[in-house]
């Protein structure tokens, strides 16, 4: 794992104010904890399509902040960080804008993943 993962994670301890796992998602309605877990699936697909697109050499990848060739802990830092950045914001918005926020990340990941199937990437860790 890459160093400022490592880093932002420790942040995240030190800089919360005692929230405990119960609070945390009591703090969620029923939808925004489906939608959250849709994220999250769909976000790994994603992540593993990604790994499996480094070892075909036809496919490139078309995400500019990963380039055209990641390296393998490249993406790993990179899904690893959108996990706990989208989980950190979800949490601090406000209901109205969580559902809009939500609801928007589900359907891009899944117009992601879905065009990744249509191309040939496999899904697999």
């Not at 593993?48 to 802990?73: D, F």
């Not at 899904?79 to 891009?108: C, E, Q």
């Amino acid at each position: 794992m890459n160093r400022y993962n490592v880093l932002f994670v420790i942040m995240l301890f030190f800089y919360s104010d005692g929230v405990s796992g119960s609070e945390l998602f009591t703090s969620f309605d029923e939808f925004e904890l489906w939608m959250e877990g849709a994220f999250l699936v769909t976000t790994c697909l994603d992540w593993s399509q990604t790994k499996s697109l480094i070892k075909n050499k036809r496919n490139v990848e078309i995400n500019p902040i990963l380039g055209k060739r990641p390296s393998q802990a490249r993406i790993d830092s990179y899904f690893f960080s959108a996990i706990m950045l989208h989980g950190l914001i979800t949490y601090v918005l406000p209901h109205d804008y969580r559902k809009i926020w939500l609801a928007n990340w589900v359907a891009i990941e899944f117009h992601v993943v879905n065009r990744n199937f249509r191309v040939g990437l496999q899904h697999k860790f």
